[in-house]
């Protein structure tokens, strides 16, 4: 891969996106090839004569360049190269003439999966393993073909190697044989893959291929889009999330320089100006009066003590074994704990920005993006247009985290709206503020788990109440929701392998409504459910007088692939030998996105009460790992990551208002506040793949809970542990 | 007008002297390696070098460098060759990469001031870049890895 390949200029981007989409055209039927035409892409003979596009993942030109369009999205999580490595893998590709694109919405990108098109549940590598292989092979045949066809051989005496076909001492470079093959009729049978013996690059990996872009200033972000003529407009938004603009006095803000114009639109007021600094300036100088809407009641402290009510009583039922009050009863011990989660905010390191264009019938849109069709549906209905009328354009995502899929698309929207009104073509940048305050949080949730022993300190019930917004209520995720359970708030309990173990159990929900919009957040329902259950699984050990390791092994005894994480990770942590005097270890393991992840960390606690968390051992079973330094990098990624979260990650509310605002005061972990030491072990497996996007997050906060339990023999069940006093 | 010196180039900006350095570059220059994430000297995103010293540019006033030399991400290295560019690719480093622009050029300060910083060094002198990916481990090994670079071969 050239560096120049992934510098793409915006015109080059533009031009290249557009000459895929006419070699669709041209070649094959696609679906989704007679909306692009729609879009006024160039007509057939606009592209280049001799391009060969066999299905809609990859292109290749006449000089032998070859365009693999993403249907996911590249926000740091590497399938920027996870999914070129799939189609090389097949395709025989010369690494140096590979260019990556992200796709425009269509059709061929929905996921394979879930139906729409998305980046998003840790998916992108299992659920495109086949798809982006079979893009790959398909396009080797019919070269093999057309090489067979131009050297007057039969197609089983060529061979392809490094972009090229060889049949004895003729030889033909793909682009060379790009014409004819993109003549061929497509293929009848389905082609065959390679098996994993045959592998060059599964398994293996490669090296980021977004990197030289990313370390010399010119990977292009959507707060990096400029054109001619382009303004900057940046949003007064309400004190308290959803409430509207009462009235507004404009005349100040008017006269700041460069500002262009002052519009309302639903969420607040805008101020249009050539740039960034100006239209903040100018928004600083606006009169906003504000109609405060229903979230001015939300107080987080009242809110609280609301969830702790509604988990003394049974909610709705998201799992039930025989009869739990009863068992409870003939427990021999009954350990009770509540553990209570705070709203969180996404915080990617890039502000959300969208870039707007509407003129001649048609929109067009850039950003960062995790659900580019989503945009699309919510851009045209705010525009009276056809889907096939808005163009979404996906640049690199400086982080996603989930805040980037949402179904509102309420950035898309915003930044829409303003171009509607202005009739401007802006580029609209929040700031961090405005992203804090700007909704969509991991949801706050209170569990209440009673859990009974017996004589042996064996778990025989399992009573378990959440309380917390339902993520998927209102989306089109609901329609999968039954007897009113989101599994977005009960997944990690009501699927536990613990309970398989206990004889009675039940497990409910309340999923209170609240107008305070919430969103998944890297790994979902996890991130609460893995810290009460692997803390509660630790509490049950403590009173059952057993080592936290050897307890969980017993309970896992038939989960084969929970035990593997967590076996691999307990023996390179040397758990259970001495450790430097002041350092203490706890264990999590937890199974989410189809991965099982275990972590030991190691921490002190200073005579402040201060944790100190000094090195993490982590193991994860994904089945096979195409690129296995990629799930390293996930790993490390999910534990600091994990590390922010359980330590400092908390949005609080009074009186509606957010009281937190940017990151002095949203705290993000920092170099020095991660561990030094990070080992990250993969699980030989052959079974069933999984994601690694976001398993690396839940084990990581009741690891260090855990720990810190071992080391001061205080719990910690409210997050984040910033808050809690260890002193004394 | 103002006047200063942006990677090797004079440059003149009509812009109010209020505005931070950052936007300058940014919407001005058209400079966009340099990136806006908190606004408030919080994250380290932005960081530029101004006389060789690390700065955090959406503070820094444009007055403030009139006349000044500021170097960018895009200007650290005439062919994206610096020991730090090298070794960022090396290690693997960038995952969603908005931070990198402002690790790098805290690091090169670091590496020219310090040649072999020791892990506690590097925590010092970089924990002022946020980088919600977490990709710290990959930054520290790299910079000991640009520090050998640096000394086989100077800035090649």
Redesign the interface.
Known sequence: MTQDVLNTSRRGFLKTGAMLSGSLIISFVVPGAKRLAAMGMPAAEDAAAAVFAPNAYLSIGADGSIQIVLAHVEMGQGIWTTLSMLIAEELDADWQKVKVLHSPPGQPYVHTVYGLQITGGSSTTWSEFDRYRQAGATARTLLVQAAAQKFGVSPADCRTENGEVIAGNKRATYGELAGIAASLPPLTEPVSLRSPGEWKYIGKGVKRLDSPAKVNGTAQFGMDMRFPGLLTAVVAHPPVYGSKVKSFDATKARTVPGVRKVVQIPTGVAVIADNFWAAKKGRAALKVEWENGPNVNIDSVAQLAEFKKLVTTRGDKAAEKGDVTSALSKAAKVLEAEYTFPYLAHTPMEPQNVTVKIADNKCEIWTGTQMPGNDQTVAAKILGFKPEQVNVHTVFLGGGFGRRANFQSDFVSEAVHIAKASGEFIKMVWTREDDIHGGYYRPSFVHKIRAGIDAQGNPIAWEHVLAGQSIMAGTPFAAGMKNNIDEASVEGVSDSPYLSSIPDHYIGLHSPKLELPVLWYRSVGHTHTATAMEGMIDELAHAAGKDPVEYRRALLKDHPRHLAALNLAAEKAGWGKPLPPGRFRGVAVHESFKSYVADVAEVSVDEQGVIKVHRFVCAIDCGLAVNPDGVVAQMESGINFGISTAMYGAITLDKGKVQQSNFHDYRIARMHETPLEIEVHIVNSTEKMGGAGEPGVPPVAPAIANAVFAATGKRMRDLPFCNINLKA | MIKLTINHQEHSID??PD??LL?AL???V???????????A??G?CTVHLNGEAVRSCVTLLSRAAGQEVV???G??PN?DHP??RA???E??????????GQ?MSAAVLLRENPQPT?TD???A???????????????KAIHRAAELQKEGGNK
């Open positions: 812009a109010s505005m931070p936007w940014r919407d001005i058209g400079l966009t390696g340099t990136k806006f994430g908190c606004g408030m919080q994250c995103a960018t991400i895009e650290l290295s994206s730090l560019q960022w690719i090396e693997d480093v960038p995952q969603c990469g908005y931070c990198q622009s790098i892990d590097i925590d010092n970089m924990s002022g870049n946020i980088c919600r990916c977490g990709t710290y481990p990959r930054i520290r």
